[in-house]
């Protein structure tokens, strides 16, 4: 989270450590802090352009590797 005086808290599953109560950080970026997090994520949405023959080629090369990774035969 984010304060009115641009201080980044954070809390829960941070740096593999279960934080329950926020505390600040001297990140300069809410990312920055996502960064520590044990959970792999975006800061924003993956957008495909299907129109756009310029970058189709690494757009699929980018979900095959994804399908990749996330097979899990188990």
Same mark, same amino acid.
């Given at each position: =989270?984010? @304060? #009115?005086?641009?201080?980044?808290?954070?809390?829960?599953?941070?740096?593999?450590? %279960?934080?329950?109560?926020?505390?600040?950080?001297?990140?300069?970026?809410?990312?920055? =802090?996502? @960064? #520590?997090?044990?959970?792999?994520?975006?800061?924003?949405?993956?957008?495909?352009? %299907?129109?756009?023959?310029?970058?189709v080629e690494e757009v699929l090369d980018i979900?095959?590797?994804?399908?990749?990774?996330?097979?899990?035969?188990?």
């Amino acid at each position: =989270a984010v @304060s #009115y005086d641009k201080i980044i808290f954070v809390w829960g599953d941070f740096y593999y450590e %279960k934080i329950t109560i926020p505390f600040p950080t001297k990140f300069s970026s809410i990312y920055d =802090a996502f @960064s #520590y997090s044990p959970w792999r994520c975006m800061h924003k949405p993956l957008i495909v352009f %299907k129109n756009s023959s310029k970058y189709v080629e690494e757009v699929l090369d980018i979900l095959e590797f994804l399908e990749e990774i996330f097979d899990d035969p188990v």
